[in-house]
């Protein structure tokens, strides 16, 4: 049982359209860490995000850790093949040592 | 400076078999984390250890076990594998920041 729920699972849109990824659960975390995975590799960590309300920007990218630090989304704007593969949030808790739960991640899949 | 390692890159076993899969952290890191990623899934916690003790397992049978050096490398172990256990096997070390860096995994195919 995922305590951390991603959707969309998968994704497949045209090169220059946006897009938005949801990462929501019913617990806390102290962090939220969104990473990019390519297939046969390790995740790459892309941001982390501790305060609620944060809001992050990276290039194309936009982080958003909701209010009760229970939720976060990815905003992606006019997305590029580059974006191509899957995105994982994961919840970490400082009193657990910061192990990570995971989402079960969304396949994007970016058209040129 | 290197990232996380990992060894082998590959490997294949059949049931009942024994597995041991190494892992590097980043150079100043002194935890180490362990997850399993099934193909199409996230990956899932399985142990964490800091200063070479176990600061955390996973839901795990104990077919699983794991241990840190003095310097900071890492081993996970699996016995009595299962077809199930095929996976890919992810290490990550931590950070003064508490953020966690993932190395390419070991791809386990139990056949």
């Known amino acids: 049982t995922q305590l951390l729920e991603q959707s969309p699972q998968f994704l497949s849109i045209q090169e220059g359209e946006n897009l938005t990824v949801y990462c929501n659960s019913s617990?806390?975390?102290?962090?939220l860490q969104w990473y990019r995975q390519e297939p046969g590799e390790g995740p790459v960590l892309l941001v982390t995000v501790v305060t609620g309300g944060e809001v992050k920007k990276l290039k194309r990218l936009t982080f958003q850790f909701g209010d009760a630090r229970k939720d976060s989304s990815l905003h992606i704007t006019a997305a590029q093949p580059g974006d191509t593969g899957l995105y994982l949030c994961a919840g970490g808790r400082y009193n657990a040592g910061n192990m990570l739960t995971f989402g079960g991640g969304t396949r994007l899949m970016v058209k040129p | 400076d290197a990232g996380v390692t990992q060894s082998p890159t590959h490997l294949i076993k059949t049931r009942g078999q024994h597995v041991t899969l190494r892992c590097s952290p980043i150079s100043g890191h002194k935890s180490v984390s362990w997850y399993q990623q099934v193909l199409g899934q996230g990956p899932q916690f399985i142990f964490q250890?800091?200063?070479?003790?176990?600061?955390g397992r996973g839901n795990f049978p104990d077919r699983f076990s794991a241990r840190q050096f003095p310097n900071y490398s890492s081993e996970l172990n699996v016995n009595a594998l299962l077809l199930g256990d095929s996976a890919l096997y992810l290490c990550?070390?931590?950070?003064?920041?508490?953020?966690?860096?993932f190395g390419p995994g070991t791809r386990l195919t139990v056949l």
């Open positions: 250890y800091y200063e070479k003790e176990e600061r």
């Open positions: 617990s806390v975390f102290s962090s």
């Open positions: 990550a070390s931590t950070g003064l920041g508490n953020e966690q860096f």
